[in-house]
Each structure stands twice: as structure tokens, then as C-alpha cells.
């Protein structure tokens, strides 16, 4: 059974400050996608990450993948209150595209 | 911006009744997907749907559950007899394409069955 495993589940951190989520996953892809969701909310796409060695940056996130370590990495740098939400990453487990298996979701608390 | 659009936000309805939830994928948009998310819990893929056929589905997608494209804009996902354990988020989603485009997911339907 293809297993995504997000850490850490929760996070509560400083602004200005430094952090990084992992995600794991247990088969081969190297279609991975992180999202983002404020309570109540849809699913943000945040970013796509189609190769290995993908990096990808918007603001003050970092996502990257690594496809042989079967790792993704979601780098928040000098967070923000605004960065406050929930975010998951999904892999992409079809052959032909999207079927989604998504990780547990990490929290993030962004404290001024 | 394009967006998917769902209907109803909220549903609430008794165990045993039949439910239809709404969808309007991104108009240009060729697959359309549903996704649950039980309170807490992670999203769940439910089915996608291509070319006016199911492409793939889990097998929480059991017999109870269908979809249908009823004319050219709108996706439905219906439940045809409630349980409790339905109750959930419901999400709709769309992409261009099948691989390597990422699907855009709509505000969901919190379907809550008493």
C-alpha cells in the first residue's frame, strides 16, 4: 500500500524563522504537488513538481524533490503569520495522471 | 480566475437519503475527479472521469456512488443511500489533463448525514 508521510504533523513557530516539512512516500513517482488549505477552505495548488531534482520557489516557500530518496521538501523561510495554514503534499500515482494520494497534512502556526 | 464551483457548501441530510452533490469544473478543463476528506483525516481520492466515463476509482467508490456529466458544464457525484460514515468533506477537481498538470480543486460540500 503506497504510503505519503508527512513530518512534522504540526508546527508552531516564530516569525522570521526557519523550517522545513518533509514528505515521504513509499512508491515510485515523480509527480508530487503541494497544497495548501486555510481552515474551512479548498485546496490551494502551491506547486508542481514533475522531475527529479525539481525545485520550485514562490515567496518565501521552497519546494523540492528528490525522486530517487522518494522525498519532497517544503521549505518556509522567514515565515509570516500569513503563512499560517494547513499544507499537504500529494503524489501522483497514475500511470495516465492525477490520482492523488495525499500526505496527512501539516500544521502550521505562525506566531508574531 | 477560473475556479471550480460547488454546490450546495452544506448538506445536511438523515441516513438512507439519497444525496447529489454539484459540481462546475473549469470550463476548458477535460478531467474531473472527486476527493473526501472525513473531518481531520487525510484527502481521499473517490473517482476520476474523462471522455463521459470513469477512468478510476478507489474502493471507497463502491457501489452507492456514481457520477455523472449531465450536459457540458456541470459534474455530479451522488450517493444513494447515506450512512453515517458519508459524512465528510467533499471536494471536486478538475485539470487539463491527465498527467502532469495539477487539478484545481473547488471550496467543497460538507455533507453531514444524521
Known amino acids: 500500500e503506497l504510503k505519503v508521510e508527512q513530518n512534522p504533523l504540526f508546527l508552531s513557530m516564530q516569525e522570521g524563522k526557519n523550517y522545513t516539512i518533509y514528505c515521504n512516500y513509499s512508491?515510485?513517482?515523480?509527480?508530487l504537488y503541494w497544497y495548501r488549505q486555510d481552515p474551512g477552505k479548498s485546496l490551494e495548488s502551491l506547486f508542481v513538481?514533475?522531475?527529479?531534482?525539481a525545485v520550485k520557489q514562490e515567496g518565501r516557500l521552497m519546494a523540492s524533490l528528490d525522486t530517487k530518496a522518494r522525498l519532497s521538501t517544503l521549505h518556509i523561510t522567514a515565515a509570516v503569520h500569513d503563512l499560517s495554514a494547513t499544507y499537504f503534499c500529494?503524489?501522483?500515482?497514475?500511470?495516465?495522471?492525477?490520482?492523488?494520494?495525499f500526505g496527512a497534512g501539516t500544521i502550521l502556526r505562525v506566531k508574531s | 480566475e477560473p475556479e471550480v464551483t460547488q454546490t450546495p457548501s452544506h448538506q445536511v441530510t438523515q441516513m438512507g437519503q439519497e444525496v447529489i452533490l454539484r459540481c462546475v469544473p473549469i470550463?476548458?478543463?477535460?478531467?474531473f475527479y472527486w476527493y473526501r476528506q472525513i473531518l481531520g483525516q487525510k484527502v481521499e481520492f473517490l473517482v476520476s472521469?474523462?471522455?463521459?466515463?470513469?477512468?478510476?476509482k478507489s474502493e471507497i467508490f463502491d457501489d452507492q456512488f456514481s457520477v455523472e456529466r449531465p450536459d457540458g458544464s456541470n459534474f455530479t457525484l451522488k450517493i444513494r443511500s447515506t450512512k453515517l460514515e458519508d459524512s465528510a468533506m467533499y471536494f471536486c477537481?478538475?485539470?487539463?489533463?491527465?498527467?502532469?498538470?495539477?487539478?484545481?480543486f473547488g471550496q467543497g460540500t460538507r455533507l453531514t448525514v444524521v
Open positions: 477537481a478538475s485539470s487539463l489533463q491527465g498527467m502532469n498538470t495539477e487539478a484545481f
Open positions: 512508491t515510485t513517482s515523480d509527480r
Open positions: 513538481l514533475l522531475s527529479n531534482g
Open positions: 500529494a503524489v501522483d500515482i497514475n500511470l495516465y495522471g492525477n490520482k492523488l494520494v
Open positions: 470550463s476548458n478543463h477535460l478531467y
Open positions: 472521469f474523462y471522455n463521459n466515463e470513469i477512468s478510476e
